[in-house]
């Protein structure tokens, strides 16, 4: 079984920042893609934000293109979040999917940006 835990998020103010952790422990393979969803309300869809594949390239969406960044680090099954400048249309609630032959999502963060 496959445990993801995720960590780093919080309140902040408009213009902040903040870095989420995704580690994974348990009987995972090799990691393939890895990326990070959101959800501004309970029932609302979950949109992708951010994703990094195996080889490294990284897709984002265009409500957070040059302001967020995902890395991997395979090492240690673990994903980042890093998140610059941010808004009070990017408070929601954060998970993560971490895929190795089947999908894997973590218990999600909140992050609130308010002043």
């Known amino acids: 079984q496959v445990h993801l835990v995720e960590s780093g998020g919080g309140l902040v103010q408009p213009g902040g920042s903040l870095r989420l952790s995704c580690a994974a422990s348990?009987?995972?393979?090799?990691?393939?893609?890895v990326a990070w969803y959101r959800e501004a309300a309970p029932g609302q869809k979950r949109d992708m934000v951010a994703s990094i594949g195996r080889d490294g390239r990284t897709d984002y969406s265009d409500s957070v293109k040059g302001r967020f960044t995902i890395t991997r680090e395979d090492a240690k099954n673990t994903a980042y979040l890093q998140m610059n400048n941010l808004q009070p249309r990017d408070t929601a609630v954060y998970y993560c999917r971490i895929d190795d032959q089947y999908t894997h999502w973590g218990q999600g963060t909140q992050v609130t940006v308010s002043s």
């Open positions: 348990g009987s995972i393979s090799r990691l393939d893609l």
